[in-house]
């Protein structure tokens, strides 16, 4: 699977996907919480086929101005509530809750119908009440289509973002693989929270770049600007604009430099270890500055680059010691504390960097388990 993302062209049309995006989330919301009100009247839950029976109701009595939406989509929303609340009921998840309209963004199309594809252009089957009847009203929109894609289109998806233009999703079965050159060598790398972003095994440090620094150091400038205007005056809004623009500047810009790693490192290694976060453990102890550095999306991103050019991914258990045992001669410092960067081993006395040596011992137990020799 491989997700094309495309700009929407600035045209006047765009405010009925607006629309649609703000009716889809009605239909969502109003769903919830009629499964909530056949709970509290001790009603059995409605699947997904109740559901849709239910949505035909509504559109033939109390909610008419359903009829315009694309039935494709609403099946699509419905599919996804029915699958929150199966979670729910095997435990896997929590309770399904109702998305506030701003966290609302996006609609997907997964069947093969409601859209049509040439060239630069996606034409969506819209419904418009016309002289007495509810008729298909086909709207042409024109995106920037700067690459070409692969494969057979599963779903489209159009997402509105906080800054208020609209991106077309294309996802497609297409698998993208591309050999490289084996290097014979392999590497364990630590993520870290005060040296660097990332540390490797043969002594290496990766720092996040300076640039993405700076435009923290703006987000912060201007983030407490907003917080000075009034809120909801048109001077209040500009600054929000302004601010969810710089917002995706950083996570384009840490993006692109995550990318460009992951391509680095997988060039460079056949086998890569990391350990397997354990973020929730992490935001404990270090706060925010977790999900700033977004690691998990890092993780991600390196896994597809390794499946692609057919490298070994390996991820250490949680629970594996990796800072505390000198990756010389296996002597366990219990005293080491979170505040020693660099220690001496009691034992060997090498000297160690704390985040080197735990690479070490992410790299070791990595082929380790791989092998079967733990
Ligand atoms: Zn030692």
Redesign the pocket.
Known sequence: MKTYKYKMSDQSNLIRLGNLIDDVHQVHAYFHRWQRQRYKEGLPYANYAAMCEHLTECKQTTQPHWNALPSQVLQEELKRIDAAYQRFFKKQGGKPHIKPRHKFKSVTFRAQAGWKLSDNRITLTLRKYNRGKWRYDRVPYTFFKHRAFEGKIRTVTIKRDTVGDYWLFLTTDFTDTELLQPTGESVGADFGMKDAFLTLSNGEKIQSPQFLKQSLKALRTLSKSLYRKVKGSGNWWRAVRQLARLYRKVSNQRRDWHWKLANDLCKRFDTIVLETLNIDGMKRLWGRKVSDLAFYQFVEMLRYKCQKHKRQFLQVEQWTATTKP??????HNKDLSLSDRRWI??????H?DRDINAAINIKRAGIAAQSGVI
């Open positions: 000198c990756s010389n001669c296996g002597y081993c009691p034992k060997c006395n090498l160690h």
